[in-house]
Nanobody, 122 residues
Framework: QVQLVESGGGLVQAGGSLRVSCAAS????????MGWYRQAPGKQRELVAV???????NYADSVKGRFTISRDNAKNTVSLQMNSLKPEDTAVYYC????????????????WGRGTQVTVSS
């Protein structure tokens, strides 16, 4: 079974920076895609950024140029560096892993962490 645990959320003033990280655990050989989604109060969960095992990335237009996603394939971790934060970035940030290779086979389903709160004050 795959578990994802996020860390690094918190409270920051507008214009500031935060880094959130996620570690995947379990009998994992590799993960196809890892990434971050977020959900603000009263809104649907939305894509923030994803990264493949080969390093290809995709960002939401709203965060391009401000956020940077990275991963360590050997450690099965993914991080999101968030700069120039805005109040509208306030949300719970969820880590996701899609397509997991483990000692017991391939699991195409996506896995989710419990989320970490990011709050940006104006």
């Amino acid at each position: 079974q795959v578990q994802l645990v996020e860390s690094g959320g918190g409270l920051v003033q507008a214009g500031g920076s935060l880094r959130v990280s996620c570690a995947a655990s379990g009998s994992i050989s590799s993960i196809n895609t890892m990434g971050w989604y977020r959900q603000a109060p009263g809104k649907q969960r939305e894509l923030v950024a994803v990264i493949t095992s080969g390093g290809s990335t995709n960002y939401a237009d709203s965060v391009k140029g401000r956020f940077t996603i990275s991963r360590d394939n050997a450690k099965n971790t993914v991080s999101l560096q968030m700069n120039s934060l805005k109040p509208e970035d306030t949300a719970v940030y969820y880590c996701t892993a899609l397509g997991v290779y483990s000692s017991s086979g391939y699991y195409p389903a996506d896995y989710w962490g419990r989320g970490t709160q990011v709050t940006v004050s104006s």
